[in-house]
């Protein structure tokens, strides 16, 4: 029940303005000698019994209303209020009604001397927080030696000499009357312990409490003293402090119940609460020490042998507390650690049980963990991987089958932008093995401020597998349905045309069905197999620069038909920009669109498609005045199969796909397909394509002029300011940032000119030359040594030695020299599967500074001439892979290489046809077994020379 | 005077379709070979004015009939059509290089195939 702020003091406040009124008035009264003795001594007995009866009403209704948790002390301090009412009242009835009577010590002092019990028991109970055993004891304590050192006090100011002068008073006497002062000094003691401990709202009725046992002290003290000489006290000022007394006490009670949780902080009075009950030690050792007289008395002596104990019992108590604690504390570090343990212990299974390989990685690319399937993945043990970088070990490929430089390397990429990424294409090496395909999961960790990577990663050997095989099914199976499909076509539409026989109209019509759901089949088979190559990312992409106009016009044109058809008319708006796109695809999406929206137009409506620029993009648009997409079906449409509701299908006609194959055609040219909200009634789709722009910065890899250079530099930060400076003078930068790496980047692409850094880790820069010296591939290529020292001894020739730190226009023109060099040189691509033969062409060309450039496979060859335009082609045609028509049909496909002089070097009789097949420019065929080396090097050589001097690289 | 077309197919139905197609609709003369071998010989013997040829053939492909007539002095101008149920780009611009007059894809509407035809080989119909 909520009680207003203002109702819960009032009560308060009405009855302290009460007890204040009428507390008033008794002085007045006691002061003003007005009446009887008897007249005086009713009142004032009288007020006690009200008091302390209203005490007792008020402690019980604070028990009521109080949470149940907090009634005991107010029954408890109820219950010593009743006991002062009673004995107050029985009082009464001796003092006023029946004085003779009375006896000494009466019914009434049975009362007071119960009040003891109930009022230390509430004091215990009183504070909300719930004391510890330990508190609890030491609140007494503290209570007791303070209560002592009062005794001690007292006993030195008041009682002691008093006592010495009443020698023969009895003995109940003094026992009862010194009872009820002492046992007020006990009480005292533990409330005003208590209330000092107290905070908040406890505070207040804890005061009042200890206020009122005081005042109630007082009053019982005066009375002993007074007594004790014989003097009767009633009617004295001394009645006023028990009816103060029991009028605190039952303010106390009325005091708003405080149901509000302890504030649990660190009280800053602790300390002060600590050291109050060494106060009065002091005060009382500091008495003995000026009079140590007193010590005779064997009383004081008994007192202060009590409060030393007592000191002693509260420091032993706050010890047991201390080691309570500490014990505790220990035990939950135990358990924690324990805890800890066995978390570790289970995320150490995770990653064992793992089938995927997990690594994790610091930010230089360094291996800081590895699990068990990693491990077995890399064909290395753990250790061996904790350590080493994982470029190095991993010798990652991308899907042009080359080597990652590892600039280029996704994870690095991954760790310097924050962001996780997904590569689905890679190739790992295996140690001791094969290359094995990888899907691999790069995040990195770190958050702001990355600190490293864990890249998980799996063998995908099995699942490239099914995906080649689901390829080739799909292909096969398309191709195969077409050839029936070609002579059903091709006889329905025979027998629709009206070319044979006239046909009665039913039978007319029911061809014309058939003719139209063979056009849908045949419609049906080119759009799954797009979808299947768009879904496998498999859709081969023939870009090139086309003004959106062209595009727009193209789509236009080959929908007149069914636009004528449908009595709707095509708009062409307006039309900027240029994308990098393949024409085809592009056309095929645009006429989808307007497929569609022809379709769905109204008779007599119009269809209207644009382009426009905006931002790096250009916007298409095609909108019709049909019955439009409802919102939420604005995702929906570009989904497979998806047609609005069935009704409309059969005018409609589409396979479902149509809005897929667009999506999955504009998403891999890098733009966006939408649904545009505005347009309405009616539909419109926008696309968007990125403009094309090419960069003009980095020269482009079909680039046969351009020259590349490779930097073998194991500081990143001189590869990078070495590869940014010659970027930017045009070259082809490769950087590679050990010897090991550079040999296996210069095996697969013979760069136009190496600058070797001297001091590499593992093999140093001068056993890497010399390994590019003893590889034909590599042996013709220009080497310029960058090092720290002067030219020393140099067991190889290079073309230029430079000096660290690097001047860099020497540097420029140092390798610009070095590669117009090499580039005189002529380059002959030896396709060749057999070892021994292609080693001993390779020399036969390199006695006349030939670069001869070998490849063993057909794939291989491919390879090497899309980056290394060769000048002339000698080529086997039985190959492991191919045989050579494939590859020369490739080559001729190539504008750059499709005038090549080519040297047919093979073990096959070749007729004319197969001549025929083999052209690509100036062309000679020899035999194994007819022709020998040598003859053909000369041959070779003739060919190269008419070329050099008439050629146009 | 009538224009001879050779048509070469390994698939029976495709053949007379295509004869059907192009003696109705264009009133061409159309002759039939089987196999890469029969077109050899029967053009060898009485060279057409242009040859239909299939690309995916058993013994002997497209590309390869095509270039076997281009090697024979005798047929070495007669312009060719390749005929293919392929439809991927990439494959198809493979033969852009050949020399042939064009590609057309099967299956192809039976009406529109003379005009398609004699729009590669620059006939006007």
Known sequence: MVVSAKSEWGLFRAAAIACAVAGAA?????????????ATRAVADGSFVVFSTFAALACFRAARLAVVRRRLPWWLLGGAATCYAVGNAIWFYYQVLSPDTQTFPGPADVFFVLVV????????????RPLSPAARARAVSDGLIVGAALLFLSWILVVGPLFGQLGEVSRTYLTVYSYYPLTDIVVISIASGLAVRATGRERLPMLLVAAGFVAIACADTGISYLALQGKDAAGSGLDLGWTFGYMLLGLAALTPAWNESVDDRVDPRALVREVLPYVPVGIILLVTAFEPGRLSDKVLVGILAAVLVLLVIRHMLTLADNIRLTGGLEDLVRERTHELEQLTHRHKSILDGAGDGIVGLDRSGQVTFANPAAAALLGRSGDELVGSSFHEITRPRGTDANLVPVDLD???????????????DGTFHRSASADFPVELTISPVGGDRVTGAVVMFRDVTERRAVDRMKDEFVSVVSHELRTPLTSLRGALGLLQGGLLRDVEPKAQRMVHIAVDSTDRLIRLINDILDVERIAAGKLSL??????????LDRAVGEMRGLAAQNHVRVERGVADGTVDADADRLVQTVANLLSNAIKFSPSGGTVLVSAV??????????????????ADHHEAVFGRFAQLDGSDTREQQGSGLGLAICRGIVEQHGGRIWVSGD?????TICFTLPKGERAAVAPSYDDPSVATVLVCEDDADTRAVIGELLAAHGYRVVGAASGEEALALAAENPPDAVLMDLTLPGIDGWATVGALRSLDLTRHVPVLIVSGTDPGRAPVDVEAWLTKPLDLSGLLSAVGAAVADGAARPRVLVVEDDPALAQVLAALFAKHGVKAVHASTATGALRLSRDLAPDLLLLDLLLPDSDGFALVDWFRED?????????????LELDDAEKARLRLGPSEFFTKTRTNPEDVERQVMELLDTMIVGAVR | MTRRVLVVDDDDAIREVAQMALELVAGWKVELAASGEEALEISAADPPDAVLLDVMMPSMDGPAVFARLQADPRTHGVPVVLLTAKVQPAERRRWDGLGVAGVLTKPFDPLRLAEDVAQLLGWEE
């Open chain 1, 410 to 424: 996704p994870i690095a990429a991954a760790m310097s932008e924050g962001q996780a990424r997904v590569v689905a």
């Open chain 1, 542 to 551: 023939h870009r090139e620069m086309l003004p959106a106009g062209d595009l």
């Open chain 1, 679 to 683: 347009s309405v009634p009616g539909t």
């Open chain 1, 117 to 128: 019990p109930f009022a230390v028991g509430a004091m215990l109970t009183l504070p909300s």
């Open chain 1, 26 to 38: 008794l002085a007045v009264f006691g002061v003003v000698d007005v009446g009887s003795e008897v």
């Open chain 1, 613 to 630: 620029e905006r931002g790096n993009d250009v916007l298409f648009s095609v909108s019709d005045e049909g019955v439009g997409i409802p």
């Open chain 1, 895 to 907: 504008p750059r290489l499709c005038r090549v002089p080519l040297v047919v070097y093979s073990a």
